[in-house]
């Protein structure tokens, strides 16, 4: 079966520490994958794609096939990183894990 | 380049009623996607439509629900006789026909069942 799964609903940190989100994926082909950022009651807007191995905002993630994962990873998280992270698989259609709130304090 | 446009942002419904949503691709995009964004399952796949077609409304609820994208004109999602778990937010997304780039989503419309 296709699936994402994001094991944690809500991730807590001080400004300055390191973040990890975590994903991991079923599929069977070569997979596709995706994190998503939604801010406050805003669109959903692409953060990065697996494919073009950029960094974004301080935002890199690693495809690891071997454990199906695709954990997004920033070394010192702001205040503005707070919001909601989707990971998500494409097959026909977008395949979106249940999302991890991401709130940093100051 | 408008983006993804979703209207209306807000819809306010009583139950029995009907909600249209709309939404309107982004230029040059074919493939339309709807999702529901409920509080504590984060989004769930609806339908995913091109021009006049239904590719995959495997996640369409098999009653009230009707999806449609003609070929002029913005896609639609439709429930009639809404209830109150009908409230969600209704996200609209839209790719081109390489959907590696992934998709470009709406702000929402957030619909409300009184």
């Known amino acids: 079966a296709q699936r994402v799964t994001q094991p944690e609903k809500l991730l807590s940190v001080f400004k300055g520490a390191p973040v990890e989100l975590k994903c991991n994926y079923s599929?069977?082909?070569?997979?596709?994958l995706f994190w998503y950022v939604q801010y406050s009651r805003q669109r959903l807007q692409l953060l990065l794609r697996h494919i073009s191995r950029e960094s974004i905002k301080g935002f890199t993630a690693d495809l690891n096939k071997g454990e199906t994962s695709f954990h997004l990873k920033k070394p010192f998280a702001q205040e503005e990183d707070s919001a909601m992270y989707y990971c998500a698989l494409i097959t026909d259609k977008l395949i979106f894990g249940t999302g991890t709130r991401l709130q940093v304090f100051p | 380049n408008a983006g993804v446009m979703q209207n209306p942002r807000h819809l306010v419904r009583r139950r029995g009623q009907e909600a249209r949503l709309r939404c309107s691709p982004m230029?040059?995009?074919?493939?339309v996607y709807w999702y529901r964004q409920l509080p504590e399952e984060g989004l769930k796949f609806m339908v995913y439509?091109?021009?006049?077609?239904?590719?995959?409304e495997s996640g369409m609820p098999k009653e009230r629900f009707s999806a449609e994208f003609p070929k002029e004109g913005p896609s639609i999602l439709r429930i009639q006789q809404v209830v109150r778990g009908d409230s969600a937010a209704y996200f609209c997304a839209s790719s081109p026909a390489d959907q590696g780039y992934g998709y470009t989503f709406g702000s929402g419309t957030r619909l409300t069942v009184v």
């Open positions: 230029k040059g995009h074919s493939h």
């Open positions: 599929y069977s082909g070569s997979p596709e």
């Open positions: 439509l091109q021009k006049e077609n239904i590719i995959d």
